[in-house]
């Protein structure tokens, strides 16, 4: 590991304790109630052990003692920041930085002791190194914050090092996570590696627990190679990009994944046979459906791709949600008096009753122009960010949003949402192609006398069509429904194809 330094330990923070007896005291007294607290202090003293001069037996078993203690609050403040609206509130912020920083400083302090241990001695503490890194890069796809190189590197050091050792494959048990069995270096790593290569910023919450649930299941399926095999129904997944460039010598560069591709189909195939996800042990979280669609991607993520990066830059404008996306597809106010400079509630409501759709452009007493809420993102790399000091709303992903680009109105939705180091926002736009037609959804006389308006996209190919709903309109697969604005009129939802925090999307039949 000469390619890795490793920073400096602190020398001016001496340990609350010298032995095991004295750590279990100092333990007992800790607030356990109050789990931020709690973690803070257990996180000085892994500081502290790693500049003490205590001999490396003692300060692993004190780092494993540590370690157990940590788990229970760790799991108590994880909701604080998972998957929240963009940028966490400063308190959240604060959570998730004292988690992700409790475990990577764990990891430091178990791969500083390896000078001290033989070889064959190397396997527990690269063990609950590989452990505690990969729980701090899943902080980081919790909290959809971007994921520092320097947690990839660490995690390199590891399977070199265990390569160099033996002890990549070497089987261990871990009595703070009995399920796992007796589980090795290798997997762990490999469980690090796929999820960061399944685009967890694109997946929701849900998605993302059942997706590393799944993957720590077959982690060991995975084999660390230094050549991929010449066998034509391997699948071998090249390491290097992960690594920022060339790998040192002598560490393995491939990864063997053609046992996890043959689980995940056969997971699709017992869903689509009707078992359900628990019964698969992929969790309650989400539908059977739901879990077809998150695996399918999950495999398709695992692909070699080679993607042409986008040329684009400048400043694009974008507005959020159905409603405002309406508003930008048709240049018209579908609820006026949401806040839109359209003219009167009562003039809306004529034009409702004389045309079954307000159609306010085709009026003389129309505003030609609204003033839909948006706001300013820079495209830059391919990817869209929003300045840390930027206007805007907290925001959540996938969420629908639309823009004008060359006095042309287009629909999509931003992915992948994630804050930077910086404090900025950056994710990915993916735009609907072919004829998109902005409508609304038809309701009984009492609904549409006290409810907004329900916005709805119909999206089609000539062969295929789609309709895309806000999250909240409720609709049942196989009901009909109605819709106005549109060349259709009668629709039938038969499939879910898409879900984001604020919209569905249906594939549906014309009736």
């Known amino acids: 590991m000469q390619w890795l330094t490793l920073p ?29 607290h709690m973690l803070q202090a257990i ?23 540590l370690r157990s203690a940590a788990l229970p609050g760790h799991t108590a403040i994880e909701p604080r920041y998972v998957r929240k609206p963009l940028p966490l509130p400063p308190e959240d912020e604060r959570t998730f930085e004292l988690a992700q920083t409790l475990w990577q400083r764990l990891g430091v302090a178990y791969l500083r002791l390896l000078p001290h241990f033989p070889p064959a001695g190397q396997c527990l503490p690269l063990h609950r190194a590989a452990t505690a890194l990969r729980m701090a890069q899943y902080c980081h796809f919790q909290a959809a914050r971007d994921c520092p190189a320097v947690l990839d590197q660490l995690l390199f050091a590891i399977l070199a090092q265990a390569e160099e050792s033996a002890v990549l494959t070497q089987p261990i048990g871990d009595p703070d996570f009995r399920n796992f069995g ?4 290798g997997g762990h790593l490999a469980w690090a590696f796929l999820l960061r290569l399944a685009n967890p910023y694109r997946l929701s919450a849900a998605q993302l627990a059942v997706a590393n649930r799944a993957i720590s299941r077959w982690r060991e399926l995975a084999v660390f190679q230094h050549a991929p095999e010449d066998d034509p129904r391997a699948h071998s997944l090249d390491l290097s990009p992960l690594f920022g460039g060339p790998l040192p010598p002598g560490m393995p560069r491939w990864l063997e994944i ?41 495999e398709s993520s695992l692909e070699s791709h080679v993607e042409t990066p986008s040329t684009e830059i400048g400043e694009i404008e974008l507005a959020f949600g159905p409603e405002h996306c309406f508003n930008v597809l048709t240049g018209e106010a579908l609820n006026p008096g949401s806040g839109l400079d359209t003219g009167s509630a009562s003039l809306a409501h004529q034009r409702v009753a004389l045309f ?18 948006s706001e300013t993102w820079t495209r830059v790399d391919g990817k869209a960010v929003r300045r840390a000091d930027a206007e805007g709303a907290r ?77 909240t309109a409720g609709l049942r697969l196989d009901t009909p429904l109605g819709f106005q604005g549109s060349t259709l009129c009668h629709l039938l939802p038969t499939e879910v194809l898409e879900r984001g925090v604020d919209f569905v999307r249906y594939a549906v039949r014309w009736q």
């Open 8 to 36: 400096e330990p602190r020398s001016d923070v001496k340990p609350a304790f010298h032995d095991l007896p004295s750590a279990k005291a100092w333990l007992a007294i800790q607030p356990q109630t109050q789990p931020l």
């Open 182 to 185: 007796e589980s090795h270096i």
């Open 43 to 65: 996180g000085g003293q892994i500081e502290a052990l790693e500049g003490a001069t205590l001999s490396p037996g003692l300060t692993l078993e004190l780092l494993n003692l």
């Open 356 to 373: 079954g759709f307000d159609r306010a452009s085709t009026l003389p007493t129309s505003v030609k122009k609204l003033n839909v809420p």
């Open 395 to 471: 925001r959540l992903a996938p969420c629908l949003v639309a823009t004008r680009r060359d006095e042309q109105p287009q629909l999509g939705v931003l992915l992948g949402l994630r804050t930077l180091d910086s404090g900025a926002l950056s994710a990915d736009l993916k735009w609907y192609a072919g004829p998109v037609e902005a409508g609304r959804l038809v309701r009984s006389p009492a609904q549409e006398r006290n409810q907004p308006l329900t916005p709805g996209f119909l999206l089609h190919d000539g062969k295929h069509y789609s309709l895309i709903v806000p999250a």
């Open 258 to 298: 053609r046992k996890v591709v043959r689980k995940i189909d056969q997971r699709i195939l017992a869903l689509q046979a009707g078992e359900s996800p628990e019964s698969l042990k992929l969790g309650r979280e989400l539908s059977g459906s739901a879990c077809i669609r998150l695996l399918h991607d999950l």
